[in-house]
């Protein structure tokens, strides 16, 4: 016997996804700045380097 997937007591039903924020040139410029700022001051205080809290950050 075959089944379909609408068969299967597993299927979920997918939420609809938010429309994509387009930031402004200030916003991201604003983000950039103050994320490299924090960045820089984490790795610091956890005894990191910059590139190991930026790919933390990325595969959170």
């Known amino acids: 016997e075959i089944s379909s997937s609408r068969?299967?007591?597993q299927v979920r039903l997918k939420k609809p996804r938010k429309a994509r924020t387009a930031f402004t040139d200030?916003?991201?410029?604003?983000?950039?700045?103050?994320?490299e700022r924090q960045k820089m001051e984490?790795?610091?205080?956890?005894?990191?380097?910059?590139?190991q809290v930026k790919t933390w950050y990325q595969n959170r």
């Open 42 to 51: 984490l790795a610091a205080s956890l005894n990191l380097t910059d590139t």
């Open 26 to 35: 200030h916003q991201l410029a604003q983000l950039e700045r103050s994320f």
């Open 7 to 9: 068969d299967s007591p």
